[in-house]
């Protein structure tokens, strides 16, 4: 069986349909970890710019026309209840919030987001749980078999983020949800979740730069691709932002005809609820409170039970304490940076950073931010958890070998950092998280992990074996 799954893989998804009762959930995410772009042709993709806005506007027509293939017509998306949220920083605890609120509302929700920390069924939730595997597996081959069934050439199969994007919206409507709370992936006007055309409510989050080969090196190009999920008739949202953003987004709600024709700027809130993600700096809190905020009186529970692992996480193990943070642009680690100096201001433990970062992000100018903690210990590390990998944890996006040899240039940027300071940290690449814990046992230490959401499940898939149930 693992066999022929593996041969099937090889062979451009020339995957037979495989009986029901050898479908479990690992090798289910054997074949969906099949669609994944091949880290090689983006690499390449990028560097020749090959990917100009026609090549992603195509994105759409293609999800649109797999939806539709899938059994669900557009007539039918229109009819789920949205809430589709970008930003740059702060879009996942927006979303996070609102489908707590509503949930306790007594709304039956939704909720599609992105990336997993751990397994892959944590990005679709029915009221606020993931899928259970069985029942990810169930609706995994409804999908994927009649995409395959219909296929017009070799690889006519939709990539990984969009055929997940298609199966969160065939089980919402299936699931008969309340609203849907919708993640946008990366961007927004050229997203797969932009095939969604009847959207009642807009949230756009702060913007910063960050995905910037594809979406541009300037703000106003970001902001310009985060204001595409406004729609006609839409209630369109942001927080305060820079006013050449907010020239953007108001020039864009006008075009996109959203209700009234204007964009609505919500002010942070100032009835504070405290709930399980207090751990976030106070006012990064207030923005997402902010824009999450419907009813004061239908909030309260929902605020106070909301939880968002990953995002300034508090967590003892052993002798020690980890903070952990997927902040991955300037100004989140900034935040990061501050809220840890603040958490550990009064302990005594070693202080140890454990970092990486993906993509093309300038990595020296993210690790600066940091420099000013004091480490006494630093560990630059792939994305990995341990030696061997679950499903779950496989990226066919990133070449393993290139993170390591990226991991030796962090050591080489932070040397330099650190020569123009007094504090003068150990330094160590290692292969697997696993072995950085290990290595932190010896010593009673207060531990930040940040610059990626992929590492931060690596260390949460050791720290917390049951987070994923």
Request: with cysteine.
């Amino acid at each position: 069986m693992q066999h022929s799954v593996k041969n099937c893989i090889s062979n451009n998804l020339n995957v037979a349909t495989i009986e029901n009762s050898t479908r479990d959930y690992e090798n289910t995410i054997k074949i969906l970890n099949s669609l994944q772009t091949n880290a090689q042709y983006l690499k390449v993709a990028r560097k020749e710019r090959l990917l100009h806005h026609e090549e992603y506007s195509k994105t759409i027509l293609q999800t649109q026309k797999y939806l539709i293939r899938s059994g669900v017509t557009l007539e039918t998306l229109d009819t789920l209840p949205v809430i589709h949220i970008t930003g740059t920083k702060g879009k996942g605890t927006t979303c996070a919030l609102s489908e707590s609120i509503l949930r306790h509302h007594g709304l039956k929700t939704g909720f599609y987001s992105s990336p997993h920390l751990v397994e892959v069924r944590e990005r679709i939730r029915i009221n606020g749980e993931p899928l259970q595997k069985n029942t990810f597996t169930k609706h995994f081959w409804n999908v994927y078999n009649k995409l395959e069934t219909e296929k017009v050439f070799p690889n006519d199969m939709p990539m990984y983020f969009q055929f997940l994007t298609i199966l969160a919206f065939k089980i919402f409507l299936s699931e008969k949800v309340d609203v849907a709370i919708i993640e946008v992936g990366i961007g927004g006007e050229y997203d797969s979740t932009n095939i969604l055309r009847n959207v009642p409510v807009v949230g756009i989050t702060s913007l910063g730069l960050d995905h910037t080969s594809i979406l541009g090196n300037s703000l106003k190009a970001i902001a310009w691709h985060k204001s595409g999920i406004m729609k006609p008739n839409s209630r369109a949202f942001t927080v305060p932002q820079k006013r050449s953003v907010l020239k953007v987004l108001s020039e864009r709600s006008v075009e996109k005809k959203v209700n009234l024709s204007k964009l609505t700027v919500v002010q942070p809130a100032t009835n504070l609820i405290t709930p399980n993600i207090i751990h976030q700096p106070l006012h990064i809190y207030k923005l997402n409170f902010g824009l999450a905020l419907i009813n004061w009186e239908f909030t309260k529970m929902g605020v106070l039970n909301c939880t968002w692992p990953g995002r300034y996480q508090i967590l003892k193990h052993n002798n020690n304490v980890y903070y952990l943070d997927g902040a991955h642009t300037l100004e989140s680690l900034q935040v990061c940076a501050n809220w840890f100096r603040q958490e550990t201001r009064e302990s005594t433990r070693v202080k140890a950073l454990v970092f990486n970062v993906t993509g093309d992000r300038d990595s020296k100018t993210l690790m600066s931010q940091l420099q000013r903690c004091n480490f006494q210990k630093v560990y630059f590390v792939p994305n990995k958890a341990t030696k061997s990998y679950t499903q779950d944890e496989v990226n066919y996006n990133i070449l393993e070998n290139e993170q390591v040899a990226r991991c030796y240039l962090h050591r080489k940027y932070w040397y330099e950092l650190q020569s123009d300071t007094c504090n003068k940290a150990k330094v160590k690449v290692l292969f697997t998280v696993s072995e950085i814990l290990q290595d932190c046992d010896l010593d009673q230490c207060d531990i930040l992990i940040t610059g990626s959401l992929h590492l931060v499940g690596a260390a949460l898939s050791i720290l917390d074996p049951n987070f994923a149930s």
